[in-house]
C-alpha cells in the first residue's frame, strides 16, 4: 500500500513491582540488632559496619587542606595583579606625564 516501509511505533512495557516497605523496615532493623550482637550473617560472614564518622573525619581534613592551598594561591594572584597595576600607575603618573595628558586630550 505504501512505497516505502512505515516505522514502528515502541512498545512500553512496564511490569509493575511490589514494594513492601514494612517488609524492608523490619529486615534493617534485624540487620542493625544482628550488628549490635556481633552476630554473623545468614552467610555465616560478619555484617559490615561502614565507618561513617572516619570517613566524613577523613574528608573534612582533605577538603580543609584544599581550601587552604587555593586561598594562599589566590591571595599571591591578588598580590602580582595589584603589583602590576601599581607599576603600570606609577609609570603613568610619574614618568610619563606627558602620555597622560595625551590620554586626556590636553
Do not use: C, H
Not at 14 to 42: C, F, H, Q, T
Not at 91 to 103: A, I, S
Amino acid at each position: 500500500m505504501f512505497l516505502f516501509k512505515q516505522p514502528e511505533y515502541k512498545r512500553f512495557s512496564m511490569k509493575p513491582r511490589y514494594w513492601d516497605p514494612e517488609k524492608e523496615a523490619r529486615e534493617e532493623r534485624v540487620k542493625r540488632a544482628r550488628a549490635d550482637l556481633g552476630l554473623k550473617d545468614d552467610d555465616g560472614e560478619e555484617v559490615y559496619v561502614p565507618n561513617v564518622r572516619g570517613q566524613f573525619r577523613g574528608e573534612y581534613e582533605k577538603r580543609k587542606a584544599m581550601r587552604t592551598n587555593a586561598g594562599s594561591a589566590r591571595t599571591i594572584r591578588l598580590f602580582m595583579i595589584l603589583v602590576i597595576l601599581f607599576l603600570g600607575a606609577f609609570y603613568v603618573f610619574v614618568k610619563n606625564p606627558e602620555g597622560l595628558l595625551k590620554l586626556f586630550g590636553l
